[in-house]
């Protein structure tokens, strides 16, 4: 079976890692993987093809950009698919319709973004939720990341039975504590042995709030913030170190390719999620998975779960104030490991790559003409 998969770009962000996670785990189930990006050939492109995996650019300019839509239908004329599978707002839209002009009927898309007010970082207007809507409506099978996804999707009038609930997936093998690691690390960013390091993961964007651990840092002398990731907000939250007198403090250390994250949590003491809406909280589980306690605002993916499923993750309001509290509290207790819990093995990547396996097949299938074609 051969499935290509259309995403907005191929930076570090969460629904990119997971694209490459998964795409790893597919051929050993019968599913030869193409993938085509609009924007930003980033890391994760690098990661794709160093697995040997095809990776297209389209090089769109914009979200009007419409010289795109025939380009990506002659591509996927061209590589003759049998399934199309979509990730993210921008390539749903254009995916879909590239898809269904090209001929091919199977075509899956998932929602990795979908919030209360925002959709891959853009506000959900009327018409953003109309094109969302008229689009999805080409496809055969939407695949939400976690219950709540699904829920909102319902809400909006994606019918029941197109949906399907395909949680994300982590690698937790490759995030087990390395000591060796944690040294190397540290001594690389110039963090002392003995420091108390927060650390967190995710793209700079507003609706993330790292501003919000800054100022808990800030508050507690001595402890050094290391951020993994990039976006927008990298100059304000630079600005803001620096007027609370922490710049020497904070390390952010950009876009990182996923091989090198289990080593970067490795130097931490605790990692915070401050987001107050996740779509499914792939950073509090790799967190958990690398043995860190966790201090996070909102997680799907362990509201979902029974709280015995992990013990190291602790809640918070996402108010600075609640935040240093209890990072006081670690910083007293001194480092700690914990083992990997029954959440992080709950949401495997094998689970993920099994069950849309069974997807792309049975998507194909209910669209196969009498001679067995999807087109």
């Known amino acids: 079976m051969r499935v290509l998969h259309v995403i907005t770009g191929l930076g570090s962000g969460g629904a990119e890692q997971q694209l490459a996670a998964v795409v790893r785990r597919l051929p050993a189930r019968g599913?030869?993987?193409?993938?085509?990006?609009?924007?930003?050939?980033?890391?994760?492109?690098d990661r794709l093809r160093e697995d040997g995996v095809r990776v297209g650019h389209l090089g769109m300019a914009g979200n009007r950009d419409l010289s795109a839509l025939p380009r990506l239908t002659r591509?996927?004329?061209h590589g003759r698919y049998d399934v199309v599978h979509t990730h993210l707002y921008r390539a749903g839209v254009y995916g879909r319709i590239a898809a269904r002009a090209a001929g091919v009927r199977a075509v899956v898309a998932t929602e990795h973004s979908l919030g209360a007010a925002q959709i891959e970082g853009r506000p959900?207007?009327?018409?953003?939720?109309?094109?969302?809507?008229?689009?999805?409506?080409?496809?055969?099978?939407?695949?939400?990341?976690?219950?709540?996804?699904?829920?909102?999707?319902?809400?909006?009038?994606?019918?029941?039975?197109?949906?399907?609930?395909?949680?994300?997936?982590?690698?937790?093998?490759?995030y087990r504590y390395c000591p060796s690691a944690r040294r190397g690390v540290r001594a690389r960013l110039g963090v002392a042995p003995e420091a108390f390091v927060v650390g967190g993961l995710g793209r700079l964007v507003g609706g993330k709030r790292f501003d919000v651990l800054v100022r808990g840092v800030a508050a507690l002398p001595?402890?050094?913030?290391?951020?993994i990731g990039d976006g927008p907000e990298r100059a304000r939250l630079l600005r803001l170190a620096a007027a609370l007198g922490?710049?020497?403090?904070?390390?952010?250390?950009?876009?990182?390719c996923a091989d090198e994250?289990?080593?970067?949590?490795a130097a931490c003491d605790v990692l915070v999620s401050p987001s107050r809406e996740e779509?499914?909280?792939?950073a509090v589980l790799e967190g958990l998975a690398a043995g860190l306690p966790v201090v996070h605002a909102a997680c799907p993916a362990l509201e979902e779960r029974p709280a015995a499923d992990a013990p190291g993750a602790t809640?918070?309001?996402?108010?600075?104030?609640?935040?240093?509290?209890a990072l006081r509290a670690f910083a007293r207790a001194g480092p700690v490991r914990l083992p990997q819990p029954r959440a992080v093995r709950h949401y495997d990547i094998g689970r993920a790559a099994e069950r849309l396996t069974e997807i792309y097949r049975s998507t194909a299938t209910s669209v196969a003409g009498p001679a067995g074609g999807t087109r």
Request: glycine content about 8%; some cysteine.
């Open 279 to 282: 779509t499914f909280g792939l």
């Open 261 to 265: 994250v289990p080593a970067l949590l």
């Open 31 to 45: 599913v030869d993987c193409d993938v085509i990006t609009l924007t930003n050939p980033g890391p994760v492109a």
């Open 222 to 227: 001595g402890a050094v913030l290391v951020l």
């Open 124 to 174: 959900l207007t009327v018409p953003t939720r109309g094109l969302y809507l008229a689009t999805e409506r080409l496809g055969r099978a939407t695949v939400a990341v976690s219950a709540a996804v699904a829920r909102r999707l319902r809400d909006w009038g994606v019918p029941a039975e197109r949906l399907h609930v395909v949680p994300n997936g982590i690698e937790a093998e490759r």
């Open 246 to 256: 922490v710049a020497d403090r904070v390390r952010l250390l950009g876009d990182r």
């Open 75 to 77: 591509a996927v004329r």
């Open 315 to 325: 809640r918070f309001d996402g108010e600075v104030s609640e935040l240093v509290t």
